[in-house]
């Protein structure tokens, strides 16, 4: 019995580990010449190591020369879109990708990709995008980790129950004596 007993705390206590997407959206910016800039956006949390993965994906009517992210910079880790940038610069309060002017005739991309994780939480900054022809700046509408602390640890609903069944066998013990019948000689 106390085999079968420690085999079901052990699954109750179990917790699982998940990657939730936690806001996903599309920003469309037109500028002065009718060119148009699209940024779609994701950002996830998992919740196994407790970091947020930012993703954009850029689209533009000419080259991508750079892309620069407002955000709070202490623990970002670069992902491995952006690779193709000729440099990923992350400053105290930014996250600047540069793709730089056409090289030996070659176009520029109109479409890129960037991620990056941080231990932070999404806030919404303010970004700009410049292009071989334009500059896009917008105000405040993209995610990126905000100088909020990050999330304190809340004990899963398992574990509340493993603790209580912990605590049965000493409740019903304590239960017993007390209800136990008194015999006097």
Do not use: C
């Not at 000729?86 to 176009?107: H, K, T, V």
């Not at 806030?123 to 405040?140: E, K, Q």
């Not at 209800?179 to 006097?184: Q, V």
């Amino acid at each position: 019995m106390t085999i079968a007993a420690a085999v079901a705390l052990a699954t109750i206590g179990h917790s699982v580990q998940a990657t939730l997407i936690i806001d996903t959206g599309t920003g469309t910016l037109e500028n002065s010449d009718n060119e148009l800039l699209t940024v779609n956006y994701e950002v996830s949390y998992d919740s196994g190591s407790g970091k947020y993965t930012y993703d954009y994906n850029l689209e533009a009517s000419a080259g991508l020369t750079s892309f620069t992210l407002s955000a709070y910079t202490p623990t970002v880790e670069l992902g491995t879109d952006g690779i193709g940038a000729l440099s990923a610069l992350i400053y105290p309060n930014s996250i600047e990708w540069q793709w730089g002017p056409p090289y030996f005739g070659q176009p520029l991309s109109d479409t890129q990709s960037v991620n990056f994780t941080s231990d932070f939480g999404p806030g919404y900054s303010g970004w700009n995008v410049d292009s071989t022809d334009d500059s896009w700046i917008n105000p405040p509408n993209l995610p990126s980790p905000s100088a909020l602390p990050p999330p304190t640890a809340v004990p899963e609903a398992s574990t509340f129950l493993a603790g209580g069944f912990m605590l049965l066998p000493l409740g019903i013990g304590i239960f017993r004596r007390l209800h136990k019948p008194i015999l006097i000689d």
